[in-house]
């Protein structure tokens, strides 16, 4: 972990993996102080994840749209150039959106034997898998992120015949640069088509595998603090 560099004097690492850990330890010992503090932020965190899993469904309404305009121009034998990539774009977009939804919606595939024995094996057991699935998911993120950063330095552009308007670009990175730099941002900006940055079909896979280790970290602490986890499967009659 050498590249795990300090923020505010504490490495990355010690952020990402050793600060939840204690965190969720004393939440076990003090449950009702960090129920009360950690209430308001689950509201929150349910509704990004329920606006996640609509933004994932909207991408995937995008396939469809993609596919129907396909079909109208081979019939027209107009030239749909970047179709397939734009559907490949869209399809790892609605994948990555849909993880921690899915995840609460018990859609996730677990193997659940051991919970089954009793209830002490169910809450320790489901607690160590939580932890090991957020420690690898937020070490999957953390690697998505600097990912994102590295096709940007390297100006990493698309092998395929798909091309987006620089606006567009510029718009998507004003998320990512201080409000001070937005005037550059835009005087840089033209109306022409470039191919592709790597980074802009990237940015699904970053923010959807970092909600995945938030949605994993959120439900180890209310599987500690509440005795069960926000996972829930639906019900199927």
Do not use: C
């Given at each position: 972990m050498n590249d795990w560099t300090s923020v505010l004097g504490v490495p990355l690492w010690?952020?990402?993996?050793?600060?939840?850990?204690?965190f969720a330890t004393l939440s076990y010992f003090f449950r009702v102080p960090a129920?009360?503090?950690?209430?308001?932020?689950?509201?929150?965190?349910?509704?990004?994840?329920?606006?996640?899993?609509?933004l994932a469904a909207v991408?995937?309404?995008i396939i469809l749209i993609i596919i129907v305009l396909q079909m109208i121009a081979r019939w027209s034998s107009i030239s749909f150039q970047g179709s397939t990539e734009f559907a490949g774009y869209a399809m790892a977009a609605t994948s990555f959106f849909a993880f921690a939804y899915a995840l609460n919606?018990?859609?996730?595939?677990?193997?659940?034997?051991?919970?089954?024995?009793?209830n002490f094996t169910r809450k320790w057991v489901d607690a160590y898998a939580m932890l090991i699935a957020a420690v690898t998911a937020t070490y999957f993120a953390r690697y998505a992120v600097k990912t994102n950063f590295m096709s940007e330095i390297?100006?990493?552009?698309?092998?395929?015949?798909?091309?987006?308007?620089?606006?567009?670009?510029?718009?998507?990175?004003?998320?990512?640069?201080?409000p001070t730099g937005w005037g550059e941002l835009w005087a840089k900006a033209g109306s022409e088509w470039v191919y592709t940055p790597v980074w802009l079909p990237q940015l699904p896979m970053s923010i959807g595998s970092a909600l995945l280790a938030i949605a994993l970290w959120d439900n180890l602490f209310r599987l500690l603090i509440n005795g069960e986890s926000n996972i829930k499967g639906e019900a199927v009659e």
């Open positions: 010690g952020w990402l993996f050793v600060l939840p850990i204690i129920k009360r503090l950690l209430t308001p932020i689950w509201r929150i965190l349910d509704r990004v994840y329920l606006a996640s899993g609509a991408f995937m309404v919606r018990g859609s996730h595939i677990r193997v659940s034997i051991m919970l089954n024995i009793n390297l100006n990493d552009r698309t092998q395929g015949q798909d091309q987006v308007p620089e606006w567009l670009l510029a718009f998507v990175s004003m998320f990512g640069t201080w």
